[in-house]
């Protein structure tokens, strides 16, 4: 198995033998919805663990938190396009009224001090999580795991987005985690071949998704009719909570 070598662009994790694994869909500023699940599960932060697909910013009230989030040992979140949208402003090559009107005010609103901190913390993000279980291995990414041409093997998306095919390759795969739409806009069911499961999320779904062997779990909780969708990995189990529901 392929570790991932480089924490900026993958990070692996061993099995977790003391409890249990959670993958929960886009947050985006909603906080006060994934504590109320960590009630709801009854969330043992000495063994569970909590990985998200990215966004956990922007269009929610409480995206300033993202900080004390990602400081807890239990929770781990891939980068999604929002956090890439700060990222891109912060390197003086993003769009801030595009990211406003995509629910970043509350970012180029707050302190310069701040928005540092937050923009150095999200670089530090990895594109994808790969993880291991007990019986056996699923992944983590924001938006699709890419298929290009006769690449439908995990490791050879972990090895593209870590560059070992050229720079050309590295910046369509890391492009196409974070933003595409073609597999679920298709319906496109090629299984990602060398992982049991890969979850994503960035597409706003009625509720959680099955296209082949991979996981939509956004279920638009940033919008007054959606809600927030988290799965237990061991079970399949599908756990909601309804805007407003904390």
Not at 41 to 70: I, K, M, N
Request: glycine share 10%.
């Amino acid at each position: 198995m392929t570790p991932c070598t480089d924490p900026a662009t993958c990070v692996r994790l061993a099995p977790n033998i003391l409890g249990r694994d959670f993958v929960v869909g886009d947050v985006h500023g909603h906080f006060e919805l994934l504590e109320a699940f960590m009630r709801t599960v009854d969330f043992d932060t000495d063994a569970d663990r909590l990985l998200a697909v990215g966004d956990l910013v922007d269009r929610g009230p409480a995206s300033h938190q993202v900080l004390q989030w990602l400081e807890h040992a239990w929770f781990y979140s891939v980068r999604g396009n929002h956090e890439q949208m700060i990222l891109d402003h912060d390197l003086g090559t993003g769009s801030v009224e595009k990211h406003r009107n995509n629910g970043g005010a509350w970012y180029h609103d707050a302190e310069t001090e701040l928005r540092q901190a937050i923009a150095l913390r999200l670089q530090q993000l990895p594109f994808a999580l790969d993880v291991e279980t007990p019986r056996g291995r699923f992944g983590v990414v924001h938006a699709e795991p890419p298929l290009l041409p006769g690449q439908h093997h995990w490791e050879e998306i972990l090895m593209n987005l870590a560059g070992e095919q050229g720079g050309d390759v590295q910046q369509l795969t890391q492009r196409q985690v974070l933003y595409s739409r073609n597999r679920i806009n298709n319906r496109d069911k090629t299984p990602i071949t060398g992982v049991d499961t890969v979850y994503v999320g960035h597409t706003s779904v009625p509720s959680p998704t099955r296209l082949g062997n991979v996981v939509y779990l956004d279920t638009g909780c940033s919008w007054p009719d959606g809600h927030l969708s988290a799965i237990e990995v061991a079970t399949g189990k599908v756990i909601t909570l309804e805007y407003g529901a904390a």
